[in-house]
């Protein structure tokens, strides 16, 4: 079989390697399937082994305005840390669930505890690391929105950050049926508005009437026996029981609200984005 001259074998192997490039980022986009409204639960996630702990693959999908939206749990063992080095094409929101969490962003570090927020934005160096005793286990929220991403953006509106649950303060909710704590509502690289806060809600007592709105959301439930209404319309829709652990998602104009059957005040963190 006659041998291809250098430059031109050279040549095929750039094009072939370009064709596969594409082909895969394309099947990469197309295997991505809406995320459908529900509850993830926390015990039906499946666990794998780490180097420094566990990892919760929750859910994986596409939602209306970013390409990928992926939700796990980390948790890391005592003394364990995670290099995660840095992402150029994907922005991360970490949740701390339980234990106490060190979070170093560009060599500056802040050690946090459950319920604390952080927000990396791409091309930042990060890495987290367990501070606790015990286990400490924190959500990644990793996300890459569908419109080019907007690092100027990203930076005129704070960049990234970290925010301590005992900084935010706690304020009453006028109906007397609990309170909340607003963390932030900003835009950043990958998402023109989100925003997030977390709620108290005391025992028997709903959050609102059903509802919905264009940004789609989900709720972190940290600790409760909550109820969600899920459907097209105000009635006839579906309830789905969430306990601790459990993700919460709702897809665009999805009409929903959240009660607490229950007989102690259930917590919650919701995250809306667009």
Partial sequence: MPQLAPDHAMSKRIFLSLCLLAFSGVSGVMAQTPIKSDVYAWKDAPVEKTRTGFKRTI?????????????????????????????????????????????????KSK????????????????????????????????????????????????????????????????????????????????GRRLELHSTLLDPRNSSHDPHHHRAEELVVVLHANVEMYLGPEEKGGRTKKATDGDIIYLVSNEYHALSNPGNEPALYIAFQFE
């Fill in 111 to 190: 050690t946090v505890g459950q319920g604390s927020v952080a927000m990396i934005m791409p091309g930042d160096e990060h890495s987290f690391e367990n501070a606790a005793n015990g286990e400490t286990t924190y959500y990644v929220f990793r996300y890459k929105s569908k419109n080019p991403v907007d690092l100027e953006r990203g930076r005129k509106s704070g960049g990234s950050f970290v925010m301590d649950w005992n900084d935010v303060k706690f304020i009453p909710r006028s109906d007397g049926k609990g309170g909340t704590r607003n963390f932030f509502t900003k835009s950043t690289a990958m």
């Fill in 59 to 107: 859910v994986s999908g596409m939602a209306t305005d970013f390409q990928y939206l992926d939700i796990f749990a980390t948790t890391l063992k005592k003394k364990k840390t995670e290099d995660k080095g840095v992402h150029a094409d994907f922005e991360e929101m970490i949740i701390v669930k339980d234990g106490s969490l060190k979070i170093t962003i560009n060599g």
